[in-house]
Structures are given as structure tokens and as C-alpha cells.
Antibody, heavy 126, light 107 residues
């Protein structure tokens, strides 16, 4: 069974740091782009960051660029998100998600998140 | 960033009804549009990708279509278990963006 399990969330003070982890199982982890998506009641779903299967190509939302770092350990089948300089606006449920790895008839890749973890809550508050 | 405008924000329908949810992109995104269903307390679940391709295991009552920068999710023969919030997502730009969601209530 394909599964993703996040951990590392919690209560953190503004300006602090937190590291989220996502343990993957049931698929060949290194061949898939992996992402972090967060959700708040007010702002809905927000893509945060993605990383290529090899780990050498990260992408970040403007809202977290320079503060968050995505990484992966393919030998351990683990995805991570290092979050620094946290503020109240970062309070959310954080999901890790696996890319579908779909290519259309012309050979172009279409990204979509076909497997999600259960999410981990991050609360930034003093 | 590409903006995704989803409408309506909420709707109510009866079992057996057919409903449509629309997502409009702020610029051309080809067919790089996905639809997700999210039930209360759960993670989102992929329904449709590449605008109209049904994800494995998703009932054929769900369908997706595209007209220019407008994308439509159609749910036919509504079932009680379809009560959820539905989100669209563009993946044309590497800065993926989601619509704000449509909450579907089954009367």
C-alpha cells in the first residue's frame, strides 16, 4: 500500500524553526517528485514546495522562499521541510504529497498529487 | 502567479442531481488543471487530472472538461458521499495554485 506519514508539527514561537518529515512507503520513492502543501481555514490550500526525484531541483512558493528548505533522502525514503523564521501566517496543516508522474500523448508531464499524507499541524504563536 | 477563480463557493443539491463547478484561470494554462475532493478532517483526494482524465478508482459520475481558460467539474447522479469541498489546481506554472474551493452540501 502506498502511504505517506508526516511528523514534526507542533507549537512554535514566532521567529522559531521547525523541521517536518514525511516517511514514504509502498512505492519507488526516488522516481517521484514530492511536494509540501499547507492548508488554513482562511487561505485554503497553498502549495509550498516541490522537489525532483533526484533532489537537485527544488521549487518554492514566494511566501516561503528564503525561509523554507525542502530536501529528501532517497535511501531512507524521507521527505523533509526545514522551516525557519516562522510567523503566524505559517500556521497551517502541512501535507506531503506524491506526484502522479503522468505524461500526456505528446510526452509532456502533467503534475498532480495522487497520494497525500494525513497532515501535521504547525501552530506559530507566542 | 496564475490565479484560479472557482465558483460557486458553495452549493446545495439533492441526491440524483447533476452539478457543475467552474474554475477560471487568469491566463492560458492548457490542460494543466486538476480537481480534488476533500472531506471533513481528511486530506484532499485526486479526482481528475489533465483537465479531463479520471483518476483510477474515481466513479465515472465525475467528469472534467475545458473551454479555453474555463474548466468544469461535473458530478452526475449525486450521492450522499459526494458531500465535500472541491478544489481545482493549476500545474502549468511551476508555482502551483489552487482555487478557493466549492463546498457541496447534499440535501
Amino acid at each position: 500500500e502506498v502511504k505517506l506519514l508526516e511528523s514534526g508539527g507542533g507549537l512554535i514561537q514566532p521567529g522559531g524553526s521547525l523541521r517536518l518529515s514525511c516517511a514514504a512507503s509502498g512505492f519507488t520513492f526516488s522516481t517521484y517528485v514530492m511536494s509540501w502543501v499547507r492548508q488554513t481555514p482562511g487561505k485554503g490550500l497553498e502549495w509550498v514546495s516541490s522537489i525532483s526525484g533526484s533532489g537537485d531541483i527544488p521549487h518554492y512558493a514566494d511566501s516561503v522562499k528564503g525561509r523554507f528548505t525542502i530536501s529528501r533522502d532517497n535511501s531512507e525514503k524521507t521527505l523533509s521541510l526545514q522551516m525557519n523564521s516562522l510567523s503566524a501566517e505559517d500556521t497551517a496543516i502541512y501535507y506531503c504529497a506524491k506526484d502522479l508522474n503522468y505524461f500526456d500523448s505528446s510526452g509532456y508531464p502533467h503534475d498532480a498529487f495522487d497520494i497525500w499524507g494525513q497532515g501535521t499541524m504547525v501552530t506559530v504563536s507566542s | 502567479d496564475i490565479q484560479m477563480t472557482q465558483s460557486p463557493s458553495s452549493l446545495s443539491a439533492s441526491v440524483g442531481d447533476r452539478v457543475t463547478i467552474t474554475c477560471r484561470a487568469s491566463q492560458s494554462i492548457g490542460s494543466y488543471l486538476n480537481w480534488y475532493q476533500q472531506k471533513v478532517g481528511k486530506a484532499p483526494n485526486l479526482l481528475i487530472y489533465a483537465a479531463s482524465t479520471l483518476q483510477t478508482g474515481v466513479p465515472s459520475r465525475f467528469g472534467g472538461s475545458r473551454s479555453g481558460t474555463d474548466f468544469i467539474l461535473t458530478i452526475s447522479n449525486l450521492q450522499p458521499e459526494d458531500s465535500a469541498t472541491y478544489f481545482c489546481q493549476q500545474t502549468y506554472s511551476s508555482l502551483y495554485t489552487f482555487g478557493h474551493g466549492t463546498k457541496l452540501e447534499i440535501k
